[in-house]
């Protein structure tokens, strides 16, 4: 049984890993160029990801996937947060870090599955981890360079594809939408 669903993302990184971690028995459609931009005017990823969902839901009249997610570091208050795809990158990012002793981070990814006729359901997932001293690796995309999983000494960007698919924060809510899902 094959499974379709508009992923309501124009990033080709973003689509490619979800499509990954999902693989053959769910497609993924991103958002044509010509899409309008969804608002995301909120301050929280569960309400971004919902406005994004429902937009898109609206625009194209099929069930949407939609994804909101960020890096949070507790010792810069939590940015880049919500933020994080507008807030400058890793480099401004490490940048912020310097003679930052404790380097605590944590990626969120929210992934809503709207239906239409504000029918939805939420899968959250979680990736503890620190921010390096230094970008290393080529893999990944994003803030995959600078972070470290707990119970790694590699970044990231380092591990691979192989491992995004299994424990990246946006692995675990995929997985807990197929697991949501097949078991309706």
């Known amino acids: 049984m094959e499974a379709k669903w508009l992923f309501a993302t124009k990033n080709p990184y973003k689509l ?3 499509q990954t971690i999902l693989g053959n028995e769910w497609v993924l459609e991103g958002l044509p160029p010509e899409a309008p931009e969804a608002p995301e005017p ?3 990823l569960y309400a971004n990801a919902l406005s994004k969902a429902a937009f898109y839901a609206s625009w194209a009249r099929v069930p949407v996937l939609a994804e909101d997610s960020g890096l949070f ?10 933020f994080s795809a507008r807030y400058g990158g890793p480099q401004r990012l ?9 380097r605590n981070a944590y990626f969120v990814a929210v992934l809503v599955a709207y239906f239409g006729n ?3 359901h939420f899968y959250t997932g979680y990736c ?3 921010i390096a001293r230094e970008m290393r690796g080529e893999g990944g995309f994003g803030y995959d360079p600078i972070f470290i999983p707990a119970g790694s000494e590699h970044t990231v960007a380092e591990l ?3 491992w995004k698919k299994k424990y990246s924060h946006r692995a675990i ?5 197929v697991e949501g899902w097949t078991k309706q």
């Open 128 to 130: 503890f981890g620190m």
């Open 173 to 177: 809510a995929f997985q807990r939408f």
């Open 118 to 120: 504000a029918q939805y």
């Open 42 to 44: 909120y301050e929280t």
């Open 160 to 162: 691979g594809e192989a």
């Open 94 to 102: 490490l940048k912020a870090m310097e003679g930052v002793a404790h």
């Open 73 to 82: 570091v507790p010792a810069l208050g939590g940015q880049p947060g919500v």
């Open 16 to 18: 490619k890993e979800a």
